[in-house]
């Protein structure tokens, strides 16, 4: 299991939206939102386009209305905003898989988020890994400017991932 989380601020009390793919029971993914330390309704699909061991792209299009998921090339999931996506200050990915790659974009007024080639491990401890980047903020300009996107520094590591 592994989840990426985009976040407002560094707590786990507030998670704009929770992304995470589960391989019990066949494979699902569960996607939800917690506020105040809450989790609202639960999203599933009973579909899991992951595979233990096999590498994978994830792409994380933030729209102004939904985050767009695709999985390797193909569309997976819309997820509607439950809160103001522009409060997401910090994206973290936990559990047993390899981080290779993150990397941020523009694409007319939406942010988008590519987490490419991540490798899912058993995870042998049993205590997740994560890594967690604090982007700066969005610019509020309708043309942004994508030096604010750089440097990324990450603001929690473990050691076993590399940045």
């Known amino acids: 299991r592994f989840a990426v989380d985009f976040k407002i601020g560094s707590s786990d009390s507030e998670i704009a ?12 993914v569960v996607c939800n939102t917690k506020q105040k330390g809450w989790w ?10 992951f595979h233990m061991g096999k590498p994978f792209e994830i ?15 193909a569309a997976f999931y819309q997820y509607v905003h439950r809160v103001p996506f522009h409060r997401v200050d910090n994206i973290s990915v936990t559990g047993a898989v390899e981080l290779t790659h993150i990397s ?3 694409l007319q007024d939406a942010r988008a988020v ?12 049993g205590s997740p890994e994560s890594k967690e980047w604090k982007p700066k903020p969005l610019p509020s300009s309708r043309q942004p400017d994508l030096s604010a996107l750089s440097p990324l520094t990450p603001t929690h590591c473990h050691s076993d991932l590399p940045i």
Request: proline share 6%; no cysteine.
């Open 17 to 28: 939206f929770h992304f995470n793919p589960r391989f019990e029971n066949g494979g699902y």
């Open 40 to 49: 609202g309704t639960e999203e599933r699909t009973m579909m899991n386009p």
């Open 59 to 73: 792409r994380i299009l933030v729209e102004s209305a939904m985050f767009q998921v695709t999985v390797n090339g």
């Open 104 to 106: 941020f974009q523009f």
């Open 114 to 125: 590519s987490v490419q080639r991540m490798q899912f491990y058993p995870s042998l401890s």
